[in-house]
């Protein structure tokens, strides 16, 4: 669609760093990507998005304004990490032996869940929410600690930076072709290229592109009992009817992907060898297809398809 060349050429010139930079103003950290300590470090209220800090909030967020998310109907708003620790709790809970879901309640920003994968050489963080408080890394230091970060796609970029340095600094493993969109940078933020990375402990990241060039699943073997999990954010995601799930360019505006797009992510998830599948939000409770997740892709691929003509 014509809206992918415009993204490639968006994301090629740098306009989006550009952006950023613009937004947050002089406020601006040190080079080697720590904050100076001259300021706060805003999010954004609508996408949970975390700026480096700075003198006053910045005029605007990027990842808002892009047209996969949207900047809320009265405009833009930030708030602050130490507000939101005010407003706000992580519920923890076990979905499965070695796997733990971290929401937020009440709803913040997007209302995506993180995860943690539990593993003898070192748990991984699988996506981010915006809250980080104590009692939420008191409670994952007893299971264990952050060795390593992985977040699918820029809209769960959120306190990446806070949740890194809470656990000694563990990398954040996210594609190059997202670089653009990292709007706090920091040192921990390691960048990868090609389509696949080992991160160890038996997972892997595969890039399918789709909903962003660089967008990222995580595959987990050892997950739904030996049989293979895929943690998948939202691309594909989960629906209503969890016998079905879908792929969009834009979630919230209601944009499809085109086939080419649709034929990649299903070309790269075909080798990966899963039974459930782990979306980005709880519905009806859920949120997981449990059983059976790899013939419900192919089949909602092959659904989309027809439907696009």
Not at 64 to 83: H, I, N
Not at 236 to 251: E, G, L, T, W
Not at 285 to 306: C, F, H, W
């Amino acid at each position: 669609m014509g809206s992918d060349r415009t993204r490639r050429a968006f994301l090629k010139d740098g306009s989006v760093g550009a952006a950023a930079l613009a937004a947050i103003g002089s406020g601006r950290g040190s080079a080697s990507g720590r904050p100076d300590g001259g300021g706060t470090a805003f999010i954004c209220e609508t996408c949970a998005t975390q700026f480096p800090e700075s003198a006053r909030a910045p005029d605007r967020c990027p990842i808002c304004e892009d047209e996969r998310q949207y900047v809320g109907p009265d405009g833009q708003k930030w708030t602050t990490l130490e507000a939101i620790r005010g407003t706000h709790r992580n519920t923890i809970r076990e979905e499965e032996p070695g796997l733990y879901s971290i929401s937020t309640e009440p709803r913040l920003g997007i209302g995506q869940r993180a995860f943690l994968i539990r593993s003898d050489a070192g748990n991984t963080l699988w996506d981010c929410v915006g809250l980080i408080d104590g009692p939420t890394v008191a409670r994952v230091r007893e299971l264990g600690g952050i060795a390593r970060i992985a977040i699918s796609h820029p809209h769960y970029y959120t306190t990446m930076i806070e949740w890194s340095r809470a656990f000694g600094d563990a990398p954040i493993h996210i594609h190059e072709a997202e670089g653009p969109w990292v709007m706090r940078p920091d040192p921990a933020v390691r960048f990868w290229s090609g389509e696949r990375l080992d991160l160890g402990a038996g997972l892997a990241l595969i890039r399918t592109g789709g909903h962003f060039e660089g967008y990222q699943v995580l595959h987990w073997p050892g997950g739904a009992g030996g049989k293979g999990a895929l943690m998948a954010g939202d691309q594909p995601q989960i629906c209503m009817d969890s016998r079905q799930v879908s792929f969009m360019y834009s979630y919230p505006n209601y944009i499809p992907l085109n086939a080419p797009a649709i034929r990649r992510i299903r070309a790269c998830l075909d080798p990966l060898p899963f039974d459930r599948l782990y979306g980005a939000f709880f519905l009806r409770g859920k949120g997981v297809i449990p059983a059976g997740a790899k013939a419900t892709v192919e089949r909602s691929a092959d659904r989309y398809l027809r439907a696009i003509g």
